[in-house]
């Protein structure tokens, strides 16, 4: 990258969780975002935005497209940021992202939930470098480019072992985001981190959507809260084969739930809120990817089978109702 050129940054996918990295990334880069729904309010207004931590303000990106094909007259990229919903039985982000990917040099970043969602990218493109992001931040776009976050945020930022050695373009990411005042957590093993934030989001997430009861209300449910427990056990056994990693299990679930009483009381997961929606929930990367894991391992998973065929049921379901 040449001192006298801007960091080119593609942002693909630019809801809330986009809205505020792109934000943050734009104070050091130049930042291009691809919008869809919220396009004509960002395009003429930029993103408003209320966040305890970073203050409130409008934010107007460099460019603003309609897809990533309309991007690449303000590429090359040096970075381009993934903050799609990671819906791989919905869409393949890969042939998404493709007209903007300079082989072998632009930067891949996922900021997505979701264990195993690096694979595919690299088969994709194997020499170009890539970045994965565990974001453990509350926002919401409450309206067309209105965007509320909560006071908490933190990446976790890492490589893919399977990837091209990708550590000077991660160590100057995380530099970018440190700039732009984001807490950066560095990890060495990003795969095992992926996998234990499944023992949270692979359990109260599906249970909460499907029951239609937040957080709390599972907890004070007797046999919901034991569905947790269930789900967490199965997850953590999986997760101990597939890493050769001992948990506590017992002990870990209980501090889980515990930290869930004090840290998310009446909290919705946003795979409930897109089940309310009648949105596409992320199953596989948050299930789907646990129990292929799980099977592999020759582990007999019944909960975990049962939670993820019910939450792709609703999945076939709303989207059958969308093509009617």
Same mark, same amino acid.
């Given at each position: 990258?040449? *001192?006298?050129?801007?960091?080119?940054?593609?942002?693909?996918?630019?809801?809330?969780?986009?809205?505020?990295?792109?934000? !943050?990334?734009?104070?050091?880069?130049?930042?291009?975002?691809? #919008?869809?729904?919220?396009?004509?309010?960002?395009?003429?207004?930029?993103?408003?935005?209320?966040?305890?931590?970073?203050?409130?303000?409008?934010? @107007?990106?460099?460019?603003?497209? !309609?897809?990533?094909?309309?991007?690449?007259?303000?590429?090359?990229?040096?970075?381009?940021?993934?903050?799609?919903?990671?819906?791989?039985?919905?869409?393949?982000?890969?042939?998404?992202?493709?007209?903007?990917?300079?082989?072998?040099?632009?930067?891949?970043?996922?900021?997505?939930?979701?264990?195993?969602?690096?694979?595919?990218?690299?088969?994709?493109?194997?020499?170009?470098?890539?970045?994965?992001?565990?974001?453990?931040?509350?926002? *919401?776009?409450?309206?067309?480019? @209105?965007?509320?976050? @909560?006071?908490?945020? !933190?990446?976790?930022?890492?490589?893919?072992?399977?990837?091209?050695?990708?550590?000077?373009? #991660?160590? @100057?990411?995380?530099?970018?985001?440190?700039?732009?005042?984001?807490?950066?957590?560095?990890?060495?093993?990003?795969?095992?981190?992926?996998?234990?934030?499944?023992?949270?989001?692979?359990?109260?997430?599906?249970? #909460?959507?499907?029951?239609?009861?937040?957080?709390?209300?599972?907890?004070?449910?007797?046999?919901?809260?034991?569905?947790? !427990?269930?789900?967490?056990?199965?997850?953590?056994?999986?997760?101990?084969?597939?890493?050769?990693?001992?948990?506590?299990?017992?002990?870990?679930?209980?501090?889980?739930?515990? *930290?869930?009483?004090?840290?998310?009381?009446?909290?919705?997961?946003?795979?409930?809120?897109?089940?309310?929606?009648?949105?596409?929930?992320?199953?596989?990367?948050?299930?789907?990817?646990?129990?292929?894991?799980?099977?592999?391992?020759?582990?007999?998973?019944?909960?975990?089978?049962?939670?993820?065929?019910? #939450?792709?049921?609703?999945?076939?379901?709303?989207?059958?109702?969308?093509?009617?």
């Amino acid at each position: 990258m040449s *001192s006298q050129q801007p960091i080119r940054v593609l942002t693909v996918g630019t809801g809330a969780v986009g809205a505020i990295y792109s934000w !943050r990334l734009a104070q050091t880069c130049e930042v291009t975002t691809v #919008c869809r729904s919220n396009y004509d309010a960002v395009k003429l207004h930029g993103f408003d935005i209320e966040s305890p931590k970073f203050g409130n303000g409008i934010f @107007k990106p460099h460019h603003v497209v !309609r897809n990533v094909s309309e991007a690449k007259e303000f590429g090359p990229f040096d970075y381009i940021v993934i903050t799609l919903k990671a819906l791989p039985d919905m869409y393949d982000t890969a042939d998404i992202i493709s007209p903007a990917v300079a082989e072998g040099k632009s930067t891949i970043v996922l900021i997505q939930n979701g264990f195993g969602i690096e694979l595919p990218i690299i088969k994709r493109f194997p020499n170009n470098p890539l970045i994965s992001i565990v974001a453990y931040i509350g926002t *919401s776009q409450v309206a067309a480019g @209105k965007i509320k976050m @909560k006071a908490i945020e !933190r990446l976790q930022v890492g490589t893919h072992p399977a990837s091209v050695d990708s550590t000077a373009q #991660c160590d @100057k990411f995380k530099e970018l985001l440190t700039k732009g005042d984001v807490l950066v957590e560095p990890v060495d093993n990003i795969e095992q981190v992926r996998f234990e934030k499944l023992f949270w989001n692979g359990s109260f997430s599906p249970v #909460c959507a499907i029951l239609g009861l937040n957080t709390t209300q599972v907890i004070e449910n007797e046999m919901a809260v034991d569905l947790v !427990r269930r789900l967490m056990r199965e997850i953590m056994t999986a997760a101990q084969k597939a890493l050769g990693i001992e948990y506590q299990i017992e002990a870990q679930s209980e501090a889980l739930i515990e *930290s869930t009483v004090q840290g998310a009381p009446n909290y919705k997961p946003s795979m409930q809120l897109d089940l309310e929606r009648k949105q596409p929930m992320e199953v596989e990367v948050i299930l789907g990817t646990a129990l292929k894991s799980a099977k592999e391992n020759g582990l007999d998973v019944p909960t975990l089978q049962a939670m993820h065929d019910l #939450c792709k049921s609703m999945n076939i379901h709303h989207l059958k109702k969308s093509q009617l």
